[in-house]
């Protein structure tokens, strides 16, 4: 039973360019989440995605915006990238309401530069 | 915004000693749960209290919950090496469906 996937590990980026990353839940799960995490902090909502549509925000400017295809699988995209973006980005799926326990992707380390 | 806040933000001790960690968070919540992250990797699931909860075991942890006080604290019994992590508390807002993080503890275990 494969887990969550997230690819790639580690992307190194200039400012001013622009970042997909990739995940796949844990098979049977439906909802994705996607965190971003400062070194030395706790992960940050950025957003959640069920039945192909972003159903909660969190508190990220619209350069940040995101996909869910019909196999539940997901992007997170960046754009005009800053160098406060420099963060692990984790991926969580979950079953439906997502409020029950999450499964976490490795994440991918993004440097901006 | 961080939802909980860990205490203490480090913890260093001795393998076989007991390990308490506490969280505490602002707003009216449906469950609290307990990640471990190794070396800046991705979260794993420890243990999930719900609101109506006070105490919860899993093996060597122990969770309690007290929501008079919005508090929260994890105990790891007879800490191994491989305890060795970070440990955060999140929660999730009354009707919503995001998971809100503490800034973690930074637990070392010494052999």
């Known amino acids: 039973d494969a887990g969550v996937t997230q690819s790639p590990t580690h992307l190194i980026k200039t400012r001013g360019q622009q970042v997909t990353l990739r995940c796949s839940p844990k098979?049977?799960?439906?909802?994705v989440s996607w965190y971003q995490q400062a070194l030395g902090q706790g992960p940050q909502f950025i957003f959640q995605?069920?039945?192909?549509?972003?159903?909660q925000r969190g508190n990220f400017p619209d350069r940040f915006s995101g996909h869910q295809f019909p196999n539940y699988s997901s992007e997170l995209n960046v754009n005009a990238l800053l160098l406060g973006d420099s963060a692990l980005y984790l991926c969580?799926?979950?079953?439906?309401?997502?409020?029950?326990?999450?499964?976490f992707g490795p994440g991918t380390r993004l440097t901006v530069t | 915004s961080q939802q909980g806040e860990e205490d203490p933000q480090a913890l260093s001790i001795q393998e076989g000693e007991n390990a308490t960690m506490n969280c505490s968070y602002k707003t009216s919540i449906n469950n609290l749960q307990w990640y471990r992250q190794n070396s800046g990797r991705g979260l794993v699931h420890l243990i999930l209290?719900?609101?109506?909860?006070r105490e919860k075991h899993s093996g060597r942890l122990r969770v309690t919950l007290d929501t008079s006080k919005k508090s929260s604290s994890l105990l790891i019994t007879a800490s191994r090496a491989a305890d060795t992590a970070s440990y955060f508390c999140?929660?999730?807002?009354?009707?919503?469906?995001?998971?809100?993080f503490g800034s973690g503890t930074r637990l070392l275990v010494r052999p």
């Open positions: 995605y069920y039945e192909e549509e972003e159903r």
């Open positions: 999140a929660t999730d807002e009354d009707s919503s469906y995001k998971l809100i």
């Open positions: 098979s049977g799960h439906d909802t």
């Open positions: 969580a799926s979950s079953y439906r309401t997502g409020l029950m326990e999450q499964y």
């Open positions: 209290i719900r609101s109506n909860e």
